[in-house]
């Protein structure tokens, strides 16, 4: 835990110091090309080991690749960028990839599609901080919402969040590795019903437990 903490904050600082002086896009040629350009760029797979992953994260990760040889599990790819946003809104991300590596939400799901489930191994970094030493409510909140959104999205197509409720039991460590399960319960109609827990890596504290209820977006009615 402490050594992907000091990993984040080692990026951290490194940003830290190039945040002196011209704007970020003028001192920083590549993001400059990122927001002015419409330059394609080559999406980065984000939910794949990178360097500030913890001991834990790699070990389940590594787990679970297992588990996808025989086919029964598929690791779900992760990009920041959405490849429906239109050219003027480019600098769109998604709000979980958002961050600098091990900074913010470092997370991969693991989808099996006999169970209708997911799993999302989640590693919360330090810009995540609620209370000291913990992970803010509205980290944990938005990375159930994004796993939970992912088992419904993948049978339901698009779908939006009409409902989650959170049951907070015990607080999650910054940096600490949690286990995030989510099952589809039901569907009716349009609305799919899903439930999730949050454990401990070793699966012994249950840190949360939710219900959702996801709407698949009707094409025929507008959104605004
Ligand atoms: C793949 C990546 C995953 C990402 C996960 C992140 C997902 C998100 O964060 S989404 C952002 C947060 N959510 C939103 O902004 C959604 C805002 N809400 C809306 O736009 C609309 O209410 C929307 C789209 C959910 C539903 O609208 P609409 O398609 O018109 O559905 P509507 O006809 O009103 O309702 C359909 C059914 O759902 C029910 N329903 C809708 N909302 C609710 C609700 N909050 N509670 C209970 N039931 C509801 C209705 O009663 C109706 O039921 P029935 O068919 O039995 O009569």
Known sequence: MLRSCTAALRTLRALRGRREGASPAARDPVLARRWFSTEKVIPKDHALPNPSWSKDLRLLFDQFMKKCEDGSWERLPSYKNSKLVKEQLSQAQLFTRGYEDGLGFEYVIFYNDDEKRTVCLFQGGPYLQGVPG????????????AAVGMCAAIPGGIVMTANLNINFKRPIPLC?????????????????????????????????????????????????
Do not use: W
């Open 134 to 145: 913990f992970l803010h409510g509205g980290a944990i909140a938005t990375m159930i919402d």
């Open 176 to 224: 600490s590795v949690v286990v995030i399960n989510s099952q589809l319960d039901k569907i009716e109609g349009r609305k799919l019903f899903l439930s999730c827990t949050v454990r401990s890596a070793d699966e012994k504290i249950l840190y949360s437990e939710a219900t959702g209820l996801f709407i698949k977006l009707d094409p025929e009615k507008s959104l605004i």
